[in-house]
């Protein structure tokens, strides 16, 4: 049994969000903050089920060291776009544990959006490791997960074979390093389909530090690949300097988004 879940539909500002308000490892930041007493919407519309399931990806995700998922700010932008514009195709470059894979795919199966999400991530380990997520959440219609390098120009067609088509969006967040980012945006800007979206976690000068080159992560690849000829627009939200403070866009890592002309 978990921690009791007060009205898992909100109303009295209970649930997941309330459960992990009181752990205290860093991945958390999001859910200590005093003033965000609330439930989430991203958390709102899962059923109990998919809540249950949620807490225990957390619990053997901590135990098994593999925190590193994204935050409630870009999952809650990512989700609301697939589910307010009805993006039914895409593709994630870095999967990991599997914590945006398995949102996603709940958002794709309300959506009755079959093989929407493409998934891509270099390590077997961590790929059969999401694999054993998703079977547990029932995703196996809706998601597809796929080793390789993410910058491999096979992944594109891999994807859109999957997919049925070109993707709608593309989340980068993989490597983290400025080389490989470039390749990236080369490869999966032209991939998508007019009007299209690319997510880039990690596009603020302090996530630059995730780099283990030491070249300058997202944030240089970005700022080098926008002042090209002929650049998309692009929109890049800045969190505050620390996780807890307060800013409209609560996230230090930030995300830039680049919409395909």
Same mark, same amino acid.
């Given at each position: 049994?978990?921690?009791?879940?007060?009205?898992?539909?909100?109303?009295?500002?209970?649930?997941?969000?309330?459960?992990?308000?009181?752990?205290?490892?860093?991945?958390?930041?999001?859910?200590?903050?005093?003033?965000?007493?609330?439930?989430?919407?991203?958390?709102?519309?899962?059923?109990?089920?998919?809540?249950?399931?949620?807490?225990?990806?957390?619990?053997?995700?901590?135990?098994?060291?593999?925190?590193?998922?994204?935050?409630?700010?870009?999952?809650?932008?990512?989700?609301?776009?697939?589910?307010?514009?009805?993006?039914?195709?895409?593709?994630?470059?870095?999967?990991?544990?599997?914590?945006?894979?398995?949102?996603?795919?709940?958002?794709?199966?309300?959506?009755?959006?079959?093989?929407?999400?493409?998934?891509?991530?270099?390590?077997?380990?961590?790929?059969?490791?999401?694999?054993?997520?998703?079977?547990?959440?029932?995703?196996?219609?809706?998601? %597809? +997960?796929?080793?390789?390098?993410? #910058?491999? !120009?096979?992944?594109?067609?891999?994807? =859109?074979?999957?997919? @049925? $088509?070109?993707?709608?969006?593309?989340?980068?967040?993989?490597?983290?390093?400025?080389?490989?980012?470039?390749?990236?945006?080369?490869?999966?800007?032209?991939?998508?389909?007019?009007? %299209? +979206?690319?997510?880039?976690?990690? #596009?603020? !000068?302090?996530?630059?530090?995730?780099? =283990?080159?030491?070249? @300058? $992560?997202?944030?240089?690849?970005?700022?080098?690949?926008?002042?090209?000829?002929?650049?998309?627009?692009?929109?890049?939200?800045?969190?505050?300097?620390?996780?807890?403070?307060?800013?409209?866009?609560?996230?230090?890592?930030?995300?830039?988004?680049?919409?395909?002309?």
């Amino acid at each position: 049994m978990h921690e009791q879940e007060t009205n898992s539909c909100g109303g009295d500002n209970a649930g997941l969000a309330a459960v992990l308000r009181g752990r205290t490892h860093a991945r958390y930041w999001w859910h200590a903050n005093e003033g965000r007493g609330y439930e989430p919407d991203m958390y709102r519309v899962l059923s109990p089920d998919e809540r249950s399931l949620l807490l225990d990806w957390y619990a053997a995700t901590e135990r098994d060291g593999h925190a590193g998922e994204m935050a409630v700010p870009m999952a809650s932008l990512v989700l609301g776009m697939v589910h307010g514009s009805g993006i039914r195709r895409l593709v994630q470059l870095g999967h990991f544990a599997g914590y945006s894979s398995l949102l996603i795919g709940w958002a794709l199966r309300r959506m009755g959006a079959e093989r929407g999400l493409f998934s891509i991530d270099l390590r077997p380990k961590m790929t059969g490791y999401t694999q054993g997520w998703l079977d547990r959440a029932g995703l196996g219609a809706f998601v %597809g +997960l796929h080793t390789s390098d993410s #910058a491999d !120009p096979g992944c594109v067609g891999a994807a =859109r074979e999957y997919l @049925g $088509g070109a993707p709608g969006a593309v989340i980068i967040d993989s490597s983290h390093q400025y080389r490989h980012t470039l390749a990236e945006l080369d490869l999966w800007y032209p991939a998508l389909e007019p009007g %299209g +979206l690319l997510f880039l976690h990690d #596009a603020s !000068p302090m996530a630059a530090k995730y780099d =283990r080159s030491g070249e @300058g $992560g997202v944030r240089r690849a970005l700022d080098e690949w926008l002042a090209r000829p002929g650049a998309p627009p692009a929109l890049t939200l800045l969190g505050p300097e620390g996780h807890g403070q307060a800013r409209a866009y609560a996230d230090p890592s930030g995300l830039c988004i680049i919409q395909r002309r």
